[in-house]
């Protein structure tokens, strides 16, 4: 049911907020592409994000999570 995909998606979860998504990447094509999509729930709002990058390999992978945490710190939404 919903709750327990809710519960799969957590990534982190403070005091403040809880952050949720999923991470892809496509190799199919001759250009690699990697996504992070989610949302965050504050005690206020929830924030969806999407985000979809070009990888060249499994060495940037971890950039997905590191732009989009870095967007949702620069926003105010994360700290």
Excluded: C, H, P
């Excluded at 949720?20 to 990697?34: D, P």
């Excluded at 709002?45 to 990058?53: E, G, K, P, Q, Y």
């Excluded at 989009?68 to 939404?77: D, K, S, V």
């Amino acid at each position: 049911d919903i709750n327990t995909l809710k519960q799969i998606m957590i990534e982190e979860k403070t005091e403040d907020y809880i952050l949720r998504a999923k991470s892809g990447w496509s190799t199919r094509f001759e250009q690699e592409s990697g996504w992070y999509v989610g949302y965050v729930e504050t005690k206020d709002d929830v924030w969806f994000f999407a985000t979809n990058i070009i990888t060249k390999g499994a060495k940037d992978l971890a950039k997905r999570k590191e732009i989009t945490l870095e967007a949702l710190r620069l926003n105010g939404i994360i700290k």
